[in-house]
């Protein structure tokens, strides 16, 4: 570390904790040269994620964008804030994962999976915009899908499909 009075690159470490809740290391550090005292911090450089869209431009990750995703594919749907800020999070600790870019679609898949595992609305809204269904053909061969799937799912965990209700017509 140079010091700040005389450029001295020599010095030694008197004391040293952390700081700013632990994101910091506080140093106390005398010069060698000039004895001077001084204080210096280490904080953990921080990588900025970069996304890359499919047109392959590259710009910062933003989380935000991901929520008002999710909020817009929940609306009016009976889902806490909290449960959509935890989805973000997990969303964002993934893609973050060591890694300094990420592909979009990545992104968008494990917004697909999580909203599919949530809510079949919310899946079926986000999915036909991010999927970018060209006509109602693929909206209805999505909800078959769907249907297919949670019908199986039901069925293996041995809840029964709805059944018909007979309405007898009154008799006169």
């Given at each position: ?14 004391d040293?904790r ?12 005398e010069?060698?040269?000039c004895g ?13 994620l ?8 590259r710009?910062?990750f933003?989380?935000?964008?991901i ?14 804030t ?6 973000v999070?997990r969303?964002e600790?993934?893609?973050a ?20 595992n ?10 036909s915009?991010y ?11 999505e909800?078959?899908?769907l249907?297919?799937?949670?019908k ?5 965990n041995?809840?029964?499909?709805p ?10």
């Amino acid at each position: 570390m140079k010091c700040p009075y005389c450029g001295e690159m020599e010095d030694r470490v008197i004391d040293s904790r952390t700081a700013k809740d632990g994101s910091a290391v506080r140093r106390r550090r005398e010069c060698t040269k000039c004895g001077v005292r001084f204080t210096s911090y280490e904080t953990v450089e921080e990588i900025q994620l970069r996304v890359v869209k499919k047109d392959g431009r590259r710009e910062p990750f933003d989380s935000n964008k991901i929520r008002i995703g999710i909020l817009k594919a929940c609306e009016k749907r009976p889902i806490p804030t909290d449960v959509i800020d935890d989805i973000v999070e997990r969303i964002e600790a993934s893609a973050a994962h060591g890694r300094k870019e990420v592909p979009s679609h990545e992104i968008g898949e494990a917004v697909i999976k999580e909203l599919y595992n949530l809510d079949e609305v919310a899946y079926v809204r986000f999915a036909s915009v991010y999927r970018e269904f060209k006509d109602v053909n693929e909206f209805m061969d999505e909800l078959k899908g769907l249907l297919i799937e949670s019908k199986s799912a039901k069925v293996k965990n041995g809840d029964t499909p709805p059944q018909k209700k007979n309405k007898k017509k009154p008799t006169q």
